[in-house]
């Protein structure tokens, strides 16, 4: 069963890459704007479709988010020659790269002078293990506290996404030899909603949203309101967006009828946020600030109770979780099964 669905999957891979040379060789030298678009309605029409040929909640659920959410936002911004794609890529592989994974060339690189503020290298490798760890006591969850369960859920999806980030960025880097925009910056130290989402939660989808997003929102309101309120409708109608698209990535994961659950909270979340920007401005005018820890805490805590009420709930009664990390050792000893032989003792 898993060798068909890993066939699949590469054979939607493969599609989707035959339709970026098309986009590429053909849609790039067509004018930007209505034309171009119209151009492009196959691909994304094809993008949208592909995640419906694959079952594995793992495949199809990033598979979901690289090609239906950043891919196409990716195009239709490249109809009008804004986001990543209209940067010129130097070559189709290049450009196949920026048009499909969840990675950004850096504009400016790091220098010399500024490389020590990089991570760690021994963080990576602790992530992946806590990550391990953590899918390896699924199966004890009955003997395990809700609320711990609950932390587990949290720091599975943070530090899995951020692991499988991190592997699709290290071959674009060395290929190309281009530094690529991080995408997770520590979420766990935000002390603000404000901070967690737009500064060190999933950035890839920060830097896509924006100029698809936000700033259409923000610049068509200013022209009905104050520019401040204007920034705030921006902000709100982000979230509504982000909402509709995990909406639709957990329908192609689970394969239900939407709940709505997932929406309302980024609803509940982009009101907050905008409520807390609000408060900010008045409350930094009388000079009064919380405590960074105190603030942190009462982020996390935000966060952690919100997902559970909202975010998780529909994975859960769906037995995602139990899937998922069951599909983790079968894909485990389907790649063992390939494997030479003595390889696999040495590992022993």
Known sequence: MMEGEIEKFIKVWISTILGFCYCYYIAARIPKGFFRLLSLIPILYLL??????????????????????????????????????????PNILHFISIASLPITPKQNPPTQQNTTTNKPKWLLPLKALLFAIIAGIHHKNQHLHPYFMLLLYCCHLYL???????IVATPVRIIFGVEIESQFDEPYLSTSLQEFWGHRWNLMVSRILRPSVYDPVRRISTCF???????????????????LMHELIYFYVIRVPPTWEVTCFFVLHGVCTVAEVATKKMVL??????????????VVAFLIVTANWLFFPQLLRNDMDKKCSEEYAIMINFFKSRLPSHVVKSSH
């Open 48 to 89: 949208i479709t592909f995640p419906f040929k694959i079952s594995s909640p793992n495949l199809v659920g990033y598979t979901s988010f690289f090609l239906v959410w950043l891919a196409t936002f990716k195009l239709l911004l490249f109809s009008f020659n804004q986001g990543p794609l209209a940067l010129s890529p």
């Open 160 to 166: 899995g996404l951020e692991l499988v980030f991190a």
């Open 225 to 243: 309101m104050d520019p401040s309120y204007a920034m705030l409708v921006a902000m709100f109608a982000t979230f509504f967006v982000s909402g």
């Open 285 to 298: 005018r009388r000079r009064w600030r919380l405590h960074r820890r105190m603030s942190g805490l009462l």
